[in-house]
């Protein structure tokens, strides 16, 4: 098994909200909506799995069709560079040993999102399995770690800024029939979840590993959702993951605020492991009081040592940055901060990469509040 490190730390119509943002509709398609949070672009989308896709397909159709075309665009060249054709392409690979084990109500969901922004429902399932290449770090801290004891949950995603991925990028609030809202760090025309919370309190980050073409099991950015999706709890997601048919390797930071706790996860197809707050393992050879960390080789011993220096001050400021580079790679897309306890999170993304300082890290971060999102959608009609 490659060799990983994991860390979790446990910190524990127009109206405006105390302490959050503004909350503008920018248009409106069926029971979602395209919303401004100060200056900041919301996707809202409720009903069914069509409906849902739909929604977002009219609602960011240009988007949609752009990520799209950079998404297969800069996989055709890289099977190029390999000698491979379109028909043997990777990604066409990973569609094909994937597709038995996708939730029927996911195709449904692509099938609407390809009807609503006019992109052929192929390549909508193409560039949905991209995410399966993303690389990451991240944590939660919580108890002692902490000031006040509240659970502070920090996700990097790095991966290629240069093809333009953080133009397209949207925070979605989902509101699935029947199962768990949740938020999610994402980008238009992904339906997955790489960062994510949901309404139970529960919030899941993942780190991309080895196992290259391993890829007869649920795709992992539709494992993360579903467990969002379903899991009420830290136990329940955990269980999720453990029981589902898995893909490659990957590694994950599951937090809940409930609790307040944290676990790490290292997974392949045949394995998986948990790892507990301030538990030694093999592979973790720094655990820390109430703190998971999930990260490699120097980026792990400095995200480390940043917790450690902080211990039992880190507060919503201090959390964000021990994301700082070079925690973050010179290719940190997006980083996310959650606060499970109170719904709420942090998001910045990357500038453009022709800029001094594009990395994510650097940027300003957005503030959400997911409560009051979901309070407000219960507000349109």
């Not at 000698?83 to 597709?99: E, F, V, W």
Request: proline share 3%.
């Amino acid at each position: 098994m490659k060799r990983f490190y994991a860390v979790v730390i446990l910190v524990l119509f127009t109206f405006t909200i105390p302490a959050i943002a503004q909350i503008k509709v920018i248009s409106r398609q069926g029971k979602g909506a395209l919303l401004d949070v100060d200056g900041s672009r919301v996707l809202l989308v409720r009903g069914s799995p069509y409906e849902m896709g739909f929604q977002q397909g009219k609602l960011l159709a240009g988007d949609v069709n752009d990520l799209t075309k950079i998404v297969l665009t800069s996989a055709s060249l890289a099977d190029a560079a390999d000698g491979k054709s379109l028909i043997s392409s990777t990604l066409s690979q990973a569609l094909d040993r994937t597709a038995r084990f996708v939730p029927a109500r996911y195709e449904e969901e692509m099938k609407g999102l390809a009807e609503g922004s006019g992109v052929a429902l192929q390549s909508i399932r193409l560039a949905n399995i991209f995410p399966e290449q993303f690389h990451c770090s991240g944590f939660a801290v919580f108890g002692k770690a902490t000031k006040d004891n509240r659970l502070y949950h920090g996700r990097v995603l790095d991966y290629m800024t240069g093809i333009g991925l953080q133009h397209r990028a949207i925070v979605i609030v989902a509101i699935p029939d029947g199962r768990n809202a949740f938020i999610n760090v994402s980008y238009a025309g992904f339906i997955g979840s790489v960062t994510g919370m949901n309404e139970k309190l529960v919030a899941i980050g993942e780190m991309g590993g080895g196992g290259d073409k391993l890829w007869d099991g649920m795709p992992m950015a539709y494992l993360v959702r579903k467990a969002l999706e379903e899991a009420n709890s830290l136990g329940e997601a955990v269980k999720i993951f453990r029981t589902t048919p898995r893909t490659c390797e990957y590694f994950y930071v599951i937090s809940d605020g409930k609790i307040p706790s944290a676990a790490g996860l290292a997974c392949l197809p045949g394995s998986f492991e948990v790892i507990e707050p301030n538990q030694y393992h093999r592979m973790l050879d720094t655990p820390v009081c109430d703190a998971v960390i999930l990260s490699k080789g120097d980026r792990y011993k400095l995200l480390t040592e940043r917790i450690k220096q902080k211990f039992g001050t880190i507060d919503r400021q201090a959390a964000i940055d021990l994301m700082l580079r070079p925690v973050a790679m010179q290719s940190n897309l997006h980083n996310a901060l959650f606060a499970p306890q109170s719904l709420e999170l942090w998001v910045a993304n990357a500038a453009d990469s022709s800029e001094h300082n594009y990395q994510a890290c650097y940027q300003k971060y957005f503030h959400y509040d997911m409560k009051a999102i979901l309070d407000f959608a219960q507000k349109l009609n």
